[in-house]
Structures are given as structure tokens and as C-alpha cells.
């Protein structure tokens, strides 16, 4: 009798964790849906420099945003990310910025290291950093002090935050216009002339 009584002891006490961890799961998700709202890629490279597309369609700016380029044959997980970059070796090829507002952003990647695929972290709205994997899957990291934590272990210890591209005004775009066209005008007159 006692050890049965021991056996549901035990049974009720795994079943409790369960029980919460589905509470956290559930809590989670709405909050992680959101974090699906951040999409980064890369357009083209540029002088060296591979240039990123940023779209955050998650109602609301988010911080710290972390981009890393990462060689990788399969799935990038929060757990094996320090394996791609460990002490010592090569540092990753990133973008950072301190805040992204809602809606499109651009950027470049900084660094020596050239990986294949994508993966980024960055905080909500409410202080919860969120890793976004290679394939799109959604892993929380936690607080702040999670994230420090993870950027030492991947050699990034200080983040310099990236520059944004400088948007050319109407005036500029219109004087380069012109350049190129009397720079066509020009060829086309010197190749009459031969």
C-alpha cells in the first residue's frame, strides 16, 4: 500500500511539471507568433558586403535585432548556434541594430565570416529575446542576461550596431540621371565620330 502510494506520488508530481510546462508552452505562444513576423534575407553582395533585406511585421519594434550569417548544412537550433562559432575561431558575420520600427529595413552584413544561411535573435516589445532559426522556427531565449550570455559564447562580446544604408534624395537620383545620360550622350557621339 505504501508503495503504491509512492508510485502516485511520483506519477502526480511528473504530471504537475507537465502540467506547467504546457501552462509556459501556452503563455509562450502568442508571443512567438508574433516573433514570426521578423524576416531577414539576403539580397545581393555589394563590395564585399552581403546586403540584407529586414521585414517586421510583428505589430510592434524590436530591439537588439541580430542577424548571423552561418554556414550550415542543416537546421540551426538556439542550442547548437555556439558550436557554428566556437571561441577562438572565426566571428560571425553580422548586422546589428538596436531598434528595427515596424515595416522594411535594409542593411549589410559585417565581418570576415561567409555563411549560407541566416539566423537571427532580437527582443519584443516586453524584454523577451527570441531566436529565429534558419528554417523559420521560433525558439525563446529569455532575458537579457540570456542573450549576453549567448553572445559571449559565440565571440561577440561587443556588438557594434550596423549602419543603415544612406537612401539617396530625389535631387541626388535626378543629378545622377542626368550624368548618365549625357555619359550615354558622350559614348554614343565618340562611337559616331569613329
Not at 558550436?83 to 522594411?104: D, E, L, N
Not at 525558439?139 to 549576453?148: D, T, V, Y
Not at 534624395?169 to 549625357?182: A, I, Q, R, V, Y
Amino acid at each position: 500500500m505504501a508503495s503504491d502510494n509512492s508510485s502516485l506520488k511520483k506519477k502526480n508530481s511528473r504530471l504537475a511539471k507537465e502540467n506547467q510546462a504546457l501552462k509556459q508552452a501556452n503563455q509562450d505562444l502568442p508571443a512567438a507568433s508574433a516573433a514570426a513576423g521578423l524576416n531577414v534575407w539576403e539580397t545581393e553582395e555589394k563590395s564585399g558586403k552581403l546586403q540584407l533585406k529586414i521585414d517586421n511585421q510583428t505589430g510592434q519594434a524590436v530591439s537588439d535585432l541580430l542577424v548571423l550569417a552561418v554556414a550550415a548544412n542543416g537546421r540551426i537550433t538556439l542550442n547548437s548556434l555556439p558550436s557554428y562559432f566556437p571561441v577562438g575561431g572565426a566571428k560571425p558575420r553580422y548586422f546589428y541594430r538596436k531598434k528595427v520600427a515596424i515595416g522594411g529595413a535594409e542593411g549589410s552584413l559585417t565581418g570576415a565570416y561567409a555563411g549560407s544561411d541566416m539566423v537571427c535573435l532580437f527582443a519584443d516589445a516586453s524584454g523577451v529575446y527570441w531566436f529565429k532559426g534558419n528554417r523559420g522556427q521560433i525558439e525563446k531565449i529569455g532575458s537579457q542576461a540570456h542573450f549576453k550570455k549567448l553572445l559571449r559564447q559565440i565571440s561577440l562580446n561587443k556588438l557594434e550596431e550596423s549602419p543603415l544604408p544612406v537612401k539617396k534624395t530625389k535631387t541626388e537620383k535626378k543629378k545622377m540621371s542626368k550624368k548618365t545620360t549625357k555619359k550615354t550622350e558622350k559614348q554614343s557621339s565618340k562611337k559616331k565620330a569613329e
